[in-house]
């Protein structure tokens, strides 16, 4: 590996500083997963890294009185154990068992993913689909954006080289959302999202139909990509298998997915449809009480 | 340089190393090459050690980020010579062929039963997805996990004795 100078930072404020001083050669790193694998492939070639992944203030899963916050560092093991998140958000912990394998998920950060920015990252779809905000720190002191204005292309997002993430919101109103997350990948284990997706849903008791339907693709745009189309379609029509399947159809139509080694763009068209779908309909069963129902 | 302090199966050991060293190379060359670099980019997981109790990859934790913590290695598995449950059973099965694997696959094992020792075959199988062995096609792998767990489980958790 290429040499760097490796400091850790003990507060946000003292992370950013040295993040400015070094702009842009200097990297915050976490967990590190995937850093030092961009490091060894020579798509990062930072000369200084600095350890965030002693701060408190970064660390946590809670209640406040807005949602439901977690610290950037909160690993996947985290998220997949916390009784806050299978209480709140189960689906983000459903997300988290399908990213890398144990090793992986017990050293990577949900934020550390989000921040890897790379098009099939497991950790955005469910949050963008619980319309989740984050807050970013740099030198102008703290900002809270939409997760789905956080991405700006692949391994590309608002933070630039000088500025941190530090916390993620899932909106008080959104707790207990009827929410599906569904991936697939060419082995169960420890495989890239050929896509994924997250639906989520409100169903409206006096009417029957679906409200604030969100639906979240990965893997399939240079960046995660919300399906608006497909989303007001739900919102419009019955629910149901009919309604469902025509989402998916009109969801593919918003992704613009490659053709590579793993799959073919055709074929991942497919995948959008299936898994939009199946995500709605397990969505749905959980909102009405259904056999899916959590 | 940065210096490092590790206690490394249950032993303070203390280093002066580039950052950019990986606890894996640090580890080997405190002469624990029990711990296997295989690709050297977090796929295999023959690298796997316990980092304050938990299973990672070596090679992608940088010595400096286990500073100040616990790690535990294959080598420290047995203790006064009496082998833990996993190798007695990774041995009864002939788990291993070409061995290369084991290390990390006996790390991996242990995280899992030391928080469940009745493990699932299922569950076992997930524990293990971060851990390739290309010689033998799993099932005496996971035969012998269960069969281990089964007898810590029997023991009260105990892993030796």
């Known amino acids: ?294 | 340089m940065i210096e490092v302090n590790i206690t490394v199966n249950g032993e303070a050991r203390t280093a002066e190393v580039p950052p950019e060293t990986t606890l894996l190379t640090l580890l080997r060359d405190w002469g624990l090459t029990g711990t296997k670099l295989g690709c050297d980019e977090g796929d295999c997981g023959a690298c796997t050690v316990l980092l304050d109790g938990m299973s990672v990859n070596g090679c992608l934790v940088l010595a400096g980020r286990a500073n100040g913590c616990s790690v535990s290695t294959v080598e420290g598995l047995s203790v006064d010579g009496r082998l833990h449950p996993l190798q007695e059973a990774f041995e009864q099965h002939a788990s291993l062929q070409c061995g290369f694997c084991g290390p990390g696959i006996l790390m991996s094992a242990k995280e899992l039963l030391d928080a469940n020792p009745s493990a699932s075959k299922s569950e076992i199988r997930i524990a293990l997805s971060g851990n390739l062995c290309r010689c033998t096609g799993y099932v005496k792998i996971i035969d012998a996990v269960a069969e281990a767990g089964a007898k810590m489980a029997a023991h009260g958790g105990q892993s030796n004795g």
């Open chain 1, 1 to 294: 590996m290429q040499p760097f100078d490796y400091v850790a930072a003990d507060s946000v404020e003292k992370a950013v500083k040295i993040l400015i001083d070094n702009s842009p050669s200097a990297r915050p790193v976490a967990g590190a997963t995937d850093v030092l694998n961009d490091i060894r492939r020579g798509l990062v070639e930072p000369r200084m890294l600095v350890d965030i992944s002693g701060i408190a203030e970064l660390q946590g899963i809670e209640i406040t009185d807005r949602g439901l916050r977690i610290g950037s560092l909160a690993t996947h093991t985290e998220i997949i154990k916390s009784p806050l998140i299978k209480e709140h958000a189960p689906a983000l912990a459903d997300a988290s068992l399908t990213v890398g394998a144990v090793q992986t998920r017990n050293m990577g950060t949900l934020g550390g993913n989000l921040v890897s920015a790379v098009p099939s990252l497991d950790g955005a779809p469910v949050l963008m689909a619980l319309d989740a905000l984050v807050t970013i720190a740099g030198s102008a002191g703290r900002e809270e954006v939409a997760l789905r204005d956080f991405f700006l292309g692949p391994r590309q997002t608002v933070l630039g080289t000088d500025r941190i993430l530090v916390d993620m919101l899932i909106p008080k109103a959104n707790l207990g959302k009827a929410t599906s997350f569904a991936k697939f990948g060419l082995r169960k284990g420890q495989a890239l999202a050929l896509i994924n997706v997250a639906a989520s849903l409100h169903v409206d008791a006096a009417t029957g139909r679906a409200a604030q339907t969100r639906i979240a693709l990965g893997a399939v745009a240079p960046k995660p990509i919300h399906a608006s189309e497909a989303e007001a379609f739900v919102d419009a029509n019955a629910p149901g298998e009919e309604t469902f399947s025509e989402a998916g159809r009109i969801a593919a139509t918003q992704a613009s997915p490659i053709d590579d080694f793993r799959a073919s763009a055709a074929y991942r068209i497919e995948l959008i449809q299936v898994l939009t779908r199946r995500a709605l309909s397990e969505a749905y069963s959980q909102a009405t009480g259904g056999p899916e129902g959590r």
